[in-house]
């Protein structure tokens, strides 16, 4: 059984800072590209980060870039994702997700597992 599990999220105030965690079943994290997605009540489904199976290679969607970080630790099977300079639109609920492939994919129709997602809210 393929699991992912977030945590990390919270209520923040703006400026302020998270560190979301994606633990994964070790079946599906070594070899697999993995990355993050956000979606906002109304809004569709928005790539946030991704990062290759190695941790070598990051890409950023461009209302993150420069403020988010992505990283992986393949020992612990865990990926994170450092959020600084959080604003009320990075209000969301955020979702890992790992891919087959083990290069780095920004579609969310190219990953095959989900985790349940951890709700990130920034207070003005």
């Known amino acids: 059984q393929v699991q992912l599990v977030e945590s990390g999220g919270g209520l923040v105030q703006a400026g302020g800072s998270l560190r979301l965690s994606c633990a994964a079943s070790?079946?599906?994290?070594?070899?697999?590209?993995m990355g993050w997605f956000r979606q906002a009540p109304g809004k569709e489904r928005e790539f946030v980060a991704a990062?290759?199976?190695?941790?070598?290679?990051?890409y950023y969607g461009d209302s993150v870039k420069g403020r988010f970080a992505i990283s992986r630790d393949n020992d612990a099977n865990t990926m994170y994702l450092l959020m600084n300079s959080l604003k009320p639109e990075d209000t969301a609920g955020y979702y890992c997700?790992?891919?087959?492939?083990?290069?780095?994919?920004?579609?969310?129709?190219?990953?095959?597992?989900w985790g349940q997602g951890t709700q990130v809210t920034v207070s003005s």
């Open positions: 070790r079946r599906t994290f070594s070899n697999s590209a």
């Open positions: 997700a790992a891919t087959q492939y083990s290069g780095i994919r920004y579609r969310d129709r190219d990953y095959d597992y």
């Open positions: 990062i290759d199976w190695a941790g070598r290679t990051q």
